[in-house]
T-cell receptor
Framework: GAGVSQSPSNKVTEKGKDVELRCDPI?????LYWYRQSLGQGLEFLIY????????KSGLPSDRFSAERTGGSVSTLTIQRTQQEDSAVYLC????????????FGPGTRLLVL | SQELEQSPQSLIVQEGKNLTINCTSS?????LYWYKQKYGEGLIFLMM?????EEKSHEKITAKLDEKKQQSSLHITASQPSHAGIYLC??????????FGQGTRLTINP
């Protein structure tokens, strides 16, 4: 009965470097979401995966951000050429299906770009 | 570790009625967020509270953080069908982790 897990829990990187954030959703959950919470702000939706459908990328802030989900399970969020404004907590959530289901959140990855 | 408890877990109200959802923390809150999850969509940020006694409003939704900063309430006036969804409170824990309540499922009957 493991919940959503994310790794690493903390990441410090230098401006301009690429980073990869990982999310392991709850087994059997077909929907997976990535959110970002910048300091002092609410959650910001980034991207959503549902089964084998094309992901909803409408929340990605720039083309430096991308995400993939392999085998309908693990997801990786990649940020290329990181900027200081990318510093935030990145949260992943999963749900059994998209509609009418509470999302279960992972603990987040705290990213600091120096 | 900090825990957030929301009450009630589910709520059914008649359209036009007022309602309140509570979020109680086991520890002092340093930042409290309210979100709404509409059916079939992701989380929508509603508002953030940081100071004890702070109150914020957005349209017909008002949220307050009590003076002791361990409880927040979300109040909806003259509820409408568009208010239906799951309301989630979240907090900045001192362990630098975000914690969330379990959510309150709100149904508005016409």
């Amino acid at each position: 009965g493991a919940g959503v897990s994310q790794s690493p829990s903390n990441k410090v990187t230098e401006k301009g470097k690429d980073v990869e954030l990982r999310c392991d959703p709850i087994s059997g959950h077909t929907a997976l979401y990535w959110y970002r919470q910048s300091l002092g702000q609410g959650l910001e939706f980034l991207i959503y995966f549902q089964g084998n459908s094309a992901p909803d990328k409408s929340g990605l802030p720039s083309d430096r951000f991308s995400a993939e989900r392999t085998g309908g399970s693990v997801s990786t969020l990649t940020i290329q050429r990181t900027q200081q404004e990318d510093s935030a907590v990145y949260l992943c959530a999963s749900s059994p299906r998209r509609s009418q289901e509470t999302q279960y959140f992972g603990p987040g990855t705290r990213l600091l770009v120096l | 570790s900090q825990e957030l408890e929301q009450s009630p877990q589910s709520l059914i109200v008649q359209e036009g009625k007022n309602l309140t959802i509570n979020c109680t923390s086991s520890k002092t809150l340093y930042g409290l967020y309210w979100y709404k999850q509409k059916y079939g969509e992701g989380l929508i940020f509603l508002m953030m509270l940081q100071k004890g006694g702070e109150e914020k409003s957005h349209e017909k939704i008002t949220a307050k953080l009590d003076e002791k900063k361990q409880q927040s309430s979300l109040h909806i006036t003259a509820s409408q069908p568009s208010h239906a969804g799951i309301y989630l409170c979240g907090a900045d824990g001192r362990a630098q982790k975000l914690v969330f309540g379990q959510g309150t499922r709100l149904t508005i009957n016409p």
